[in-house]
């Protein structure tokens, strides 16, 4: 049986109507959700995304509002949209400064992903999110009641190897990928190592691949490959293979790949040949994702909406208490819990009473 060839754009449709049915149950009179973007970089790749965006939330019924600004004033802009209650997601395009170091360590560009707000970071990248996702933590609150939010293209991987039928139907959590083997060929911090942490976290044996190394990642920790292990050895022994190389002449040899492997493709460039690629008994390729993570994209400001910014002042100064815990305890460690935890929630009451 000949390999089938499967759009994003089919798989895409089930999050519209998901998108549609929330703002359906909306309270009569109550406003979309305001998702804001902010562009301080030339780099004509952010803004053409920028621009694929506005048109999907436009599409969907959601609010968009691209604020473009120079370099020097992004800080003063992100803390603005932070404070403004009537912006209920952000995103910023990155590079921006690229690997400029900040005054409080790593890169400028880090300290921005680091300075938006948990109840606003519709992409999952701030440190609260990503340890979470590293230790496989699904709830930022005791009561559970605000579900962490993942990154984007790495979610719509997800969902797309649930629509191929990868993932086990068993109610289970945690183990619903047991005895699957997925290689990652690509382990950037914004799509193939929070993906690789996604899949491990499910259950299965993840090999992530990079210019000079292999990892392999299973549920709570990761450990780099015997010196000598190779990509095609990794792929051959896959269910899954994911490929996000960003060069236009990387090509993954089709020979490598076992019968019945789904195959996706990150990369805005090609990185394999389809038709080789679908002469494969039972391959299922998915040659890009763009349509499901800008879904992912709308259902992530959905949820920080839902979670933040419609259950009332009381509920909010709640889930806030229980995230300032919470990133007491990740920049901390446990040991200095109580007492950050206590100065946390001093300046959270101070800076609500500056509000007012």
């Known amino acids: 049986m ?47 995304y920028a621009n ?20 020097q004033h992004v800080e003063q802009a992100l803390t603005e949209c932070n404070e403004d209650p009537n912006v209920h997601g952000i995103i910023v395009y990155y590079p921006i400064f690229g690997l400029t170091p900040s005054y409080s360590g790593s890169s400028h560009d880090d300290y921005l992903r680091d300075s ?22 699904r709830y930022l609150t005791s009561s559970s009641s605000s579900k962490c939010v993942l990154p984007c293209t790495a979610l719509s991987c997800v969902k797309i190897l649930e629509h191929c039928g990868v993932y086990a139907k068993s109610p289970g959590v945690h183990n619903r990928l047991q005895g699957k083997t997925c290689t990652i060929i690509n382990r950037s911090e914004i799509v193939g190592r929070p993906l690789a942490a996604m899949l491990a976290n499910d259950g299965a044996t993840v090999y992530s691949c990079d210019v000079d ?22 792929v051959e022994m896959s269910d899954v293979v994911v490929t996000g190389v960003p060069v236009k002449a990387y090509k993954l040899p089709t020979s ?14 090609k990185n394999v040949d389809a038709d080789e690629l679908l ?19 709308e259902r992530n400001l959905c949820r920080l909406y839902k979670q933040y910014h419609m259950g009332g002042k009381e509920k909010g100064e709640e889930d806030e208490r229980d995230i300032l815990i919470k990133q007491a305890r990740d920049f901390a460690g446990i040991a200095a819990l109580g007492v ?7 300046l959270a009451g101070m800076w609500r009473h500056c509000r007012k």
Do not use: H
Request: hydrophobic share 40%.
């Open 2 to 48: 000949p390999g089938e060839k499967i759009l994003a754009s089919k798989i895409a449709l089930t999050y519209k109507d998901e998108i549609k049915e929330f703002l359906a149950n909306l309270p009569p009179g109550t406003p979309a959700p305001l998702l804001v973007g902010l562009l301080a970089t030339s780099d004509p790749a952010a803004e053409s």
């Open 52 to 71: 694929w965006t506005k048109k999907a939330f436009e599409e969907d019924g959601l609010r968009y509002e691209v604020r473009k600004i120079e370099e």
């Open 116 to 137: 938006v707000s948990v109840q606003k970071d519709v992409e999952g990248l701030t440190f609260t999110y990503r340890t979470s996702l590293y230790k496989n933590v």
């Open 213 to 234: 190394s292999i990892y392999k990642f299973e549920a709570g920790g990761l450990q780099r490959c015997e010196e000598g292990t190779t990509v095609q050895a990794v």
């Open 256 to 269: 490598w790949i076992a019968p019945n492997t789904v195959v996706v493709n990150v990369s805005s460039f």
């Open 279 to 297: 002469k494969i008994d039972g391959v299922k390729y998915v040659p890009m994702v763009g349509k499901v993570t800008v879904k992912m994209l």
């Open 340 to 346: 950050l935890s206590l100065v946390g929630l001093k």
